[in-house]
């Protein structure tokens, strides 16, 4: 194998040829689900469009979109393209954002997805040398599943840990040897920060990389989570809808994620209006999958803001990049009229110091948004002379007011106080839900 890739006819194929592939594809796929899927026909009979009228990617602007709400209406069966028999799996959401949705895999599903998987492990440096310590939950979410299938393909020693039990995850990293770590980032903070207090110095463990994904992070996480753990960080993306994580992955130049195009066609579209924009622009990133037998998606809306790039990479890949999402469409917080992303005030909090562990509290009190951020000091940091900590809280809340344009109330709180996640974390309690206000 040239380099790190564990399908380097697909990985390289030339722009032109992915394309190509992609209308040959896609074109049997609006068939499959046209002629399979009720609730999608329907989709496509009220738009007034034909599977004949499909005749490449040049015409995927004409099929209709798949909405979150789809699915959560569709559930269980409405979306199932293939008998039950001829399925083998069934996996879920977190269910992060709501109800959650359920998605059916036959076995060659199953396959396409681990495959993806093992391409993000081989980039991140994998062989059939390394331990693989997998520590994303198993079970319905596809965290565990993916990079555990993932691990078999690329022949890595597969320590299938799921997640949790940390005291036990850090007696088999050392004891076993593990050299990747896949878990949420959030997770492998808190990895770190245990090893750290049970006096391992980052050299002592064999781990060289890690593949965090499912849940958004920072540049700033990144880095203090390669210096804590000595690795490097790979990012993975991914949606149970679509498959699960894989979709798109990080190579070594960690700048940003290729999409894995010879399965899956990236759209990038005004979330207000849902027209199409260039590459480049911001906007929320839509999928279509094109091999899925059981579960097809056409046009699934994310939510996820993004930005995508056709840049040439250095690692040859010439698969589409996307940014790390920025946040979700309905992550995004309206504070006083002000647009927030909890991403904005990660990355605050890391330049100026502090370990990404943190809250962020909304409510409304007489008509006016309250916001406010608690964030744990680092033990190093922790006095209880209260002078000193007003001026910390003061000092952030200006490099927050700065970043924002609006003014939280911080509140440093005593480290180990917020709850650690060993899953997605929980960083924003938004109370004006009970008041039945859905911004
Ligand atoms: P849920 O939407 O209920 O959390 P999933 O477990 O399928 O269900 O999670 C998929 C979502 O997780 C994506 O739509 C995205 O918002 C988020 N996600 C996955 N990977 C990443 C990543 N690398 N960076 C940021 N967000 C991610
Ligand atoms: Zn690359």
């Not at 998987?117 to 440096?125: D, E, N, P, Q």
């Not at 059981?294 to 040859?316: H, Q």
Request: aromatic share 8%; glycine share 8%; hydrophobic share 35%.
């Amino acid at each position: 194998m040239a380099k790190n890739y564990y399908q380097p006819e697909m990985e390289t194929m030339p722009l032109e040829d992915i394309q190509q592939l992609q209308s040959e594809k896609l074109v049997k796929q609006v068939k499959h689900v046209y002629e399979n899927v009720k609730y999608y026909r329907d989709l496509m009979d009220a738009k007034g469009v034909k599977p004949e009228d499909i005749k490449g990617i040049e015409d995927l602007h004409k099929l209709p979109f798949i909405k979150k709400d789809d699915l959560r209406e569709a559930y269980p069966y409405g979306m199932l393209a293939t008998d039950l028999n001829k399925c083998v799996r069934i996996h879920s959401t977190s269910g992060t954002t709501g109800k959650r949705v359920v998605a059916f895999y036959t076995q060659h599903d199953v396959d396409m997805w681990e495959e993806c998987c093992a391409r993000a492990i081989v980039a991140a440096g994998g062989t059939n040398d390394d331990v693989c310590q997998v520590a994303y939950g198993y079970g319905l979410f596809t965290g565990g599943a993916g990079l555990h299938g993932g691990s078999h393909k690329v022949g890595c020693l597969t320590l299938p840990m799921s997640s949790g039990n940390t005291d036990r995850q850090i007696q088999f990293m050392m004891d076993l040897n593990a050299t990747i770590l896949c878990c949420t980032p959030s997770y492998a903070a808190y990895i770190g920060e245990t090893l750290k207090e049970k006096g391992y110095k980052p050299e002592d463990n064999k781990l060289k990389a890690g593949i965090f994904g499912a849940e958004p992070w920072t540049e700033e996480m990144r880095h203090d989570i390669e210096k804590n753990l000595g690795i490097k960080a790979y990012d993975i993306y991914g949606l149970t809808e679509i498959s699960g994580p894989g979709m798109a992955f990080e190579c070594e130049e960690q700048h940003g994620m290729h999409i894995n195009e010879d399965h899956f066609i990236a759209e990038i579209i005004n979330p207000e209006t849902g027209e199409v924009l260039p590459v480049g622009e911001k906007g929320e990133l839509v999928f279509t999958a094109l091999d899925k037998e059981a579960f097809p998606m056409m046009r699934y809306r994310t939510r996820d803001i993004c930005v995508l790039s056709r840049e040439k990479c250095s690692c040859g890949r010439s698969f589409i990049r996307m940014t790390k999402p920025l946040g979700r469409s309905d992550d995004m917080m309206i504070i006083r009229g002000v647009n927030v992303f909890p991403s904005q005030i990660e990355a605050v909090l890391l330049n100026c110091g502090y370990a990404p562990n943190y809250q962020i509290i909304v409510d409304r009190v007489n008509n006016t948004d309250t916001f406010d951020i608690n964030v744990e000091m680092k033990e190093e940091d922790f006095s209880d002379i209260p002078v000193g900590i007003t001026n910390r809280e003061k000092e952030l809340q200006s490099a927050m007011k700065a970043m924002l344009g609006i003014n939280p109330k911080i509140h440093l709180v005593a480290p180990k106080s917020i709850a650690r996640s060993e899953g997605k974390a929980v960083r924003v309690i938004d109370k004006r839900k009970r008041l039945g206000i859905t911004i």
